[in-house]
């Protein structure tokens, strides 16, 4: 079956504006008064629906793409781990960003927050050029990411670590550090932001405990509700779900889709499928380190070159000693 | 045995002058190691930075400069610019020297340039060569530097001050060291509870994790090896003071280890942990150091287990043995949490 026929085959079961979940699981619904007042309306609905007229192919042109990434190539010696010709992030929706072991997903994920630098290639965010801008300036133009493997500040209290996440602080410039009086009123009204997302996530209980006694999935949500504090526009998500308590999940998912009812775009690594088929709007498989197949979640299982990729590309055919030898 | 002696010499060690100039460095290495995880091995550079400072600027660079350039400084202007230099110009070459191609890198790429750095300073200093001896007197080292200090005391330099402890120089010295010390420890203080020590805290525990949220972590960790170096260097420039000279091995990296001590006695990541380290420890050798003395000259301790002129390693001897026990019943310190502590990544 060839791309073109797939694609007319399926298109017509799909739903093409809401996900089945949209706005489900979890209370979600006042997120976005928790986040922040700095969130421009981005409507997620129209983002989403505007998804429905995107052909269903590798590098396909979104209506409204916030991050755009043309021709990174990262080589380690001789292997090459990411050679993606063009890949565009649509904003205000759910991006999923799929594939086997060694696909090159967190590398590129890497790649696109500039915590890896490409041999070559352009990546654009919200309109800047983002090649040579170190790190940790990409969360002052609004993008900020999580990690694969939980970064909570463990020797710092919870509220210690969600103040962290406040941008333009006055207090941390060296001198103004030791002037107290020059930044309390704005700690305190950081102080207050953090105690609102604490909340919403139902970590209030943990406030003032240190980071390093919460269990795996409650760092999870730390990390998310430490990066909220920093009013970002998209938010990164490394493999949220991983070593997450299924008991956490729908919570963790709850968060996730709230995230894009407020206005955020959410682009996230992911191995778990059922949390790919539920939450996304769009899904970006990549295989050898290729973007292989795009389209909404429903379609990715039917796609031949996905199943070919996770299973091998004879896996329903008899074994052909003479093509194999 | 005599008593009183033991126990001037324990006071002289718990507040006295080596205090104040470890109390001061391991300050400074608190900000390093136990705020934003440098490990910093070249603690001793930094203390002669401000020794080497002020002693240059007094009895070398300024009076070449005056001879040169026809300039009439005074020894006291010199003094002052002295303190300037050593306080500020040198250590933050040192920092930049260290920091700039090291702190992009691991930790412990550091640890190896500060630990070269400090024994190259030691061993350039030293050198006979005449270019280098004319600026800083080889081994001998810099004299003649402190005249300005000593002539602001205002205590007698005959009578003895607080319960026969000091001399009213060494009065004067402490007496100013006690305050620097006081100031010192007040700003660090007010630096860790501000959202600076925030994000110092945050790039001890994961450099990504502060890059991620929009911490310039090479910018805030070239200022923490700047502003604890400067710590350092005020007190290595009142250890020059008080013993009236600068000179290269008193920087050996012996010194280093012994701020190392005094923090790990207090306890890393505590404001007052490196000042009551410091203070402990210098106890605790003076203590041992008299104590022993004592013994062997009152024939307590028989000469074929030890001698008088043993006593100085044996002292060490006993520190080593502390410490073991420290780090097996008391890793944290005295003033660590041990759940604290136990919260490594999981």
Aim: hydrophobic content about 50%; charged content about 20%; overall charge negative.
């Amino acid at each position: 079956m060839t791309g073109d026929q797939f694609e007319s085959d399926f298109k017509d079961d799909l739903i093409p504006d809401a996900g089945p979940l949209a706005g489900a699981p979890g209370d979600v619904s006042d997120m976005s008064v928790a986040i922040s007042d700095k969130i421009v309306g981005v409507d997620s609905v129209a983002a989403r629906a505007a998804l429905a007229d995107v052909a269903w192919e590798p590098g396909a042109k979104k209506p409204d793409p916030i991050l755009i990434a043309d021709g990174v190539v990262r080589r380690y010696g001789g292997l090459t781990a990411v050679d993606v010709e063009h890949v565009e992030v649509q904003r205000g929706v759910i991006t999923a960003l799929i594939g086997p072991n060694g696909a090159g997903k967190t590398t590129l994920f890497n790649l696109l927050t500039n915590f890896d630098t490409p041999d070559h290639g352009t990546r654009t965010f919200d309109g800047h050029n983002i090649d040579k801008v170190p790190a940790y300036k990409i969360a002052n133009y609004g993008m900020v990411r999580t990690f694969q493997l939980t970064k909570a500040l463990s020797k710092m209290t919870v509220i210690e670590n969600m103040k962290l996440g406040g941008t333009g602080q006055k207090g941390e410039s060296l001198w103004r550090a030791v002037l107290p009086f020059t930044w309390r009123a704005q700690e305190t009204a950081i102080e207050q932001r953090a105690d609102a997302l604490l909340d919403r996530f139902k970590l209030s209980h943990m406030r003032d405990e240190f980071a390093g006694t919460m269990s795996g999935g409650q760092r999870k949500l730390l990390e998310m509700a430490r990066a909220l504090m920093v009013e970002p526009s998209m938010v990164m998500l490394d493999e949220p779900m991983a070593g997450v308590n299924p008991a956490l999940t729908q919570s963790l998912l709850g968060h996730v889709t709230g995230l894009r009812d407020a206005g955020m775009t959410v682009l996230f690594v992911e191995h778990d499928m059922d949390m790919v088929q539920e939450i996304s709007d769009w899904v970006i498989v990549m295989a050898e380190g290729r973007i292989i197949a795009e389209g909404p979640p429903a379609s990715i299982g039917q796609n031949k070159a996905v199943v070919d990729a996770y299973l091998g590309s004879h896996h329903d055919s008899a074994l052909d000693l003479d093509t194999e030898l | 045995m005599d008593w009183v002696s033991i126990i001037e010499s324990l006071f002289r060690g718990l507040i006295g002058e080596s205090f104040i100039f470890f109390a001061l460095a391991a300050i400074g290495l608190n900000l390093h190691f136990g705020f934003t995880g440098l490990l910093n091995f070249g603690q001793a550079v930094f203390m002669a930075a401000g020794a080497y400072g002020l002693a240059m600027m007094v009895a070398t660079i300024g009076p070449a400069a005056n001879r040169n350039f026809g300039w009439d400084l005074s020894e006291s202007t010199l003094f002052w610019l002295g303190i300037f230099v050593g306080v500020i110009v040198f250590p933050v070459i040192f920092a930049l020297v260290m920091g700039i191609p090291t702190l992009r890198l691991r930790a412990d790429y550091l640890a190896i340039v500060t630990i070269a750095v400090a024994e190259i300073f030691r061993i350039v200093v030293r050198s006979p060569t005449p270019g280098i001896k004319k600026w800083t007197n080889s081994s001998d080292g810099l004299t003649g530097f402190s005249g300005t200090f000593y002539d602001m005391s205002p205590f007698g330099t005959q009578d003895r001050y607080l319960f026969n402890l000091f001399t009213g120089n060494q009065m004067f010295l402490v007496m100013v060291g006690w305050v620097v010390l006081a100031i010192v420890a007040t700003i660090c203080w007010l630096l860790i509870r501000s959202p600076w020590g925030r994000v110092l805290k945050a790039i001890r525990e994961d450099e990504d994790a502060a890059r991620s949220l929009g911490k310039n972590a090479y910018a805030y960790k070239m200022q923490a090896l700047i502003i604890g170096g400067i710590f350092g260097a005020i007190g290595g420039m009142i250890r020059a003071i008080g013993f009236s000279v600068a000179q290269p091995d008193n920087f050996i990296t012996d010194v280093t280890f012994f701020v190392w001590v005094a923090l790990i006695l207090g306890g890393a990541g505590k404001v007052l942990a490196p000042i009551v380290g410091a203070s402990l420890l210098y106890g605790l050798l003076n203590f041992s150091d008299t104590f022993l003395r004592q013994g062997v000259s009152n024939d307590l301790i028989p000469d074929s287990l030890m001698t008088g002129t043993q006593v100085g390693q044996v002292r060490f001897m006993i520190m080593g043995l502390g410490l073991a026990l420290l780090a097996a019943f008391r890793p944290q310190g005295i003033f660590g949490n041990k759940e604290e502590m136990a919260l490594d990544d999981r």
